[in-house]
């Protein structure tokens, strides 16, 4: 049995990951602390390393939040990209680079990415730009990272119990069930996968 952190748990795609997490112990966290372990915000250094101090040991990460600005690239803001930018992209980099110092020999951390980056909408250019970079990020950070700890991303697509949110802006998608989402989670975490991006798509 391992000890996980979810981050996000309580969010569609926190409860997709925990579906496939369920014989480990697992701490959970999100930006409100509401009905979770612990409150953490990824876009803040010192919140993310009081995480990380409060739990003490653990084997595991898996980030499910990434909060993206959608609007036409044309009228997106300096402040929107960055607002992206900085929860997407470096608040996942930041779980990565200071977890490293926290995480137990033969870990791993498991990050969220999204099928936008292969198969773009309208509004969704951040969101898009950003789910690039984490693939990117997994497959490059993999090959330096020390004491046997492992990097992947899961790409999913819209999931089953998020279409009633999303659906409407991603005409022609097939959504996928949110447990077959924690299967690519399971993988990531209980297998030996290290720098892959791990699809759900249908």
């Not at 090959?143 to 119990?161: F, Q």
Request: net charge negative; proline share 3%; hydrophobic share 45%.
């Amino acid at each position: 049995m391992k000890t996980i952190i979810v981050i996000g748990a309580q969010g569609k795609m926190g409860q997709a990951a925990l579906t496939g997490l369920g014989k480990h112990k697992v701490i959970t966290a999100s930006r409100s602390g509401e009905g979770c372990d612990y409150k953490v915000d990824i876009t803040n250094e010192a919140s993310v390393r009081r995480l990380f101090e409060q739990v003490g040991h653990f084997d595991a990460v898996v980030n499910t939040v990434g909060f993206c600005e959608y609007t036409g690239f044309v009228e997106m803001t300096e402040q929107q990209w960055m607002t992206t930018v900085m929860s997407k992209m470096m608040g996942q980099i930041n779980l990565v680079r200071i977890g490293q110092e926290y995480i137990a020999d033969n870990g791993s951390f498991t990050l969220i990415s999204g099928i936008l980056n292969v198969k773009p909408i309208p509004f969704a250019i951040a969101d898009a730009t950003t789910s690039g970079a984490i693939d990117t990020f997994v497959k490059c950070v993999a090959l330096e990272m020390p004491r046997g700890i492992r990097v992947n991303a899961v790409n999913p697509t819209v999931l089953e119990e998020a279409w009633e949110v999303y659906g409407e802006m991603m005409p022609g998608f097939q959504p996928v069930p949110g447990a077959l989402v924690g299967k690519a989670f399971e993988r990531a975490v209980d297998g030996f996968l290290n720098g892959e991006v791990l699809f759900v798509d249908a």
